[in-house]
Nanobody
Framework: QVQLVESGGGSVQAGGSLRLSCGFS????????LAWFRQAPGKQREGVAS???????MYADSAKGRFTISKDNAKGRMYLQMNGLRPDDTAIYYC?????????????????WGQGTQVTVSS
């Protein structure tokens, strides 16, 4: 059974940085991939970035150039380094796992989700 636990959220001022972490277990590392999603109040959940089995990554347009996704299989952790944060990045951030394919625009393919961590960016 896949288990995901996020940490690292918090409150920062615009322009600041945060690094989110997702501890994972139960993944089949040669077939499963991981992603970060976020959901702001009153909005639909949206993809942020994903990382495949070979460590290749994809980013939503909103994250390109500012966020970096990475993972350390030996430690069982995935990360999201967020720089240049803006107030519209305020949301609950979730990590998610899927088999084989991790698109950033199809949340329905994901088979496991963490509980989320709050990120608040003030102007």
């Amino acid at each position: 059974q896949v288990q995901l636990v996020e940490s690292g959220g918090g409150s920062v001022q615009a322009g600041g940085s945060l690094r989110l972490s997702c501890g994972f277990s139960g993944l089949r590392l040669n077939t499963d991939c991981l992603a970060w999603f976020r959901q702001a109040p009153g909005k639909q959940r949206e993809g942020v970035a994903s990382i495949a089995q070979d460590d290749s990554s994809m980013y939503a347009d909103s994250a390109k150039g500012r966020f970096t996704i990475s993972k350390d299989n030996a430690k069982g952790r995935m990360y999201l380094q967020m720089n240049g944060l803006r107030p519209d990045d305020t949301a609950i951030y979730y990590c998610a796992a899927a088999h084989w394919y991790c698109p950033v625009d199809e949340p329905n393919v994901y088979i496991a989700w963490g509980q989320g961590t709050q990120v608040t960016v003030s102007s």
